[in-house]
């Protein structure tokens, strides 16, 4: 978790860096993906590596690294945190190449449906709304042992008012909305000032 907060924290003033200084400064999305493309050769990599190309004013790739276990890497991008995050050029790109996980990094304000008690996090832009969930039990789970209720957890702060954090974890299609199973959190710093004078100078 470490190595990937001090990502975010490099690459925010890069991608900012090309943008007006009026706009504010949105903690960027990291995305980073894991898939079994450590044995490819350049012929058989080449729609991965011309899909990744092809993101770029959306997406801007990181890092590429391998991981232990069968051939696999992680690849990690960045998104402007002043975009909608949009999962599916990432889907798209690795679907053929057994990519196992989708994990999501992104910073906002939590929100809570009153009847359902559903906890969602919004982006400072307020263009990506996304559902928090706990991980579900798998097959091979110990029927006695608790999961842990990382979300109960983040309601109970949210009651208390505190309500900017920056959160991690799976991707998860729930009923055609986009969720995370959630992995971990922290708090955050508020949004920035929304931007001043555009109107004015007119």
């Known amino acids: 978790?470490?190595?990937?907060?001090?990502?975010?924290?490099?690459?925010?003033?890069?991608?900012?860096?090309?943008q007006a200084e009026e706009k504010p400064a949105y903690p960027p999305f990291t995305v980073?993906?894991?898939?079994?493309?450590?044995?490819?050769?350049?012929?058989?990599?080449?729609?991965?590596?011309?899909?990744?190309?092809?993101?770029?004013?959306?997406?801007?790739?990181?890092?590429?690294?391998?991981v232990p276990g069968d051939w696999l890497e992680d690849w990690t991008f960045a998104i402007p945190g002043d975009k909608k995050f949009d999962p599916t050029p990432f889907m798209n790109a690795f679907s053929r190449?057994?990519?196992?996980?989708?994990?999501?990094?992104?910073?906002?304000?939590?929100?809570?449906?009153?009847?359902?008690?559903k906890l969602f996090i919004t982006s400072f832009s307020g263009k990506s709304k996304v559902k928090l969930m706990n991980r579900p039990k798998g097959q091979f789970d110990d029927p006695d042992k608790k999961t842990e209720d990382i979300v109960g957890k983040l309601a109970e702060l949210f009651?208390?008012?505190?309500?900017?954090?920056?959160?991690?974890?799976?991707?998860?299609?729930?009923?055609g909305a986009l969720a995370i199973l959630l992995a971990s959190y922290e708090e955050a710093s508020p949004p920035p000032p929304p931007p001043k004078g555009k109107d004015d100078k007119k």
Request: overall charge positive.
């Open 1 to 18: 978790m470490m190595r990937l907060v001090l990502v975010v924290s490099a690459v925010a003033a890069a991608i900012q860096s090309g």
């Open 32 to 66: 980073v993906i894991t898939a079994k493309t450590g044995k490819l050769v350049p012929g058989d990599i080449a729609p991965l590596l011309n899909a990744i190309k092809a993101m770029k004013g959306y997406a801007e790739q990181i890092s590429r690294q391998k």
């Open 97 to 117: 190449f057994n990519a196992s996980r989708f994990y999501l990094t992104l910073t906002g304000t939590l929100s809570q449906e009153a009847q359902t008690k």
């Open 159 to 175: 009651a208390g008012g505190k309500l900017h954090y920056t959160v991690s974890g799976d991707i998860f299609n729930h009923g």
